[in-house]
Nanobody, 126 residues
Framework: QVHLVESGGGLVQAGGSLRLSCAASGRTISSLTMAWFRQAPGKERELVAAMAWSPGRTYYADSVKGRSTISRDNTKRTVYLEMNSLKSEDTAVYYC???????????????????WGQGTQVTVSS
């Protein structure tokens, strides 16, 4: 069992930056595929970024590519999502997700992840 807790959300002005954190317990994150999803009101949950088992290939949604970075600190059991040049359309609840099956390419579908955090709200004001 893996327990995930997100933090770092809040209100940010358009053009600003933030860093979300996901603290994991129950298993070393080096042997987990980790991902960040988001869900805006009235929209489906979508993958933002993902990282496979360490050292880990990464995946980024086109909407955030070039302005976001997913990273992990195995010693702290924490995964991060840094986002720059924030836009109003980045407003959503951001969820951390994890899966324990080995892969060298991160999964891109929410159904592939069995562990989820409670989410953290990110609001970008224009």
């Amino acid at each position: 069992q893996v327990h995930l807790v997100e933090s770092g959300g809040g209100l940010v002005q358009a053009g600003g930056s933030l860093r979300l954190s996901c603290a994991a317990s129950g298993r070393t994150i080096s042997s987990l595929t980790m991902a960040w999803f988001r869900q805006a009101p009235g929209k489906e949950r979508e993958l933002v970024a993902a990282m496979a088992w360490s050292p880990g290939r990464t995946y980024y949604a086109d909407s955030v590519k070039g302005r976001s970075t997913i990273s992990r600190d195995n010693t702290k059991r924490t995964v991060y999502l840094e986002m720059n040049s924030l836009k109003s359309e980045d407003t959503a609840v951001y969820y951390c997700a994890a899966d324990g099956r080995w892969t060298d390419t991160p999964y891109t579908h929410s159904a592939d992840y069995i562990f989820w955090g409670q989410g953290t709200q990110v609001t970008v004001s224009s």
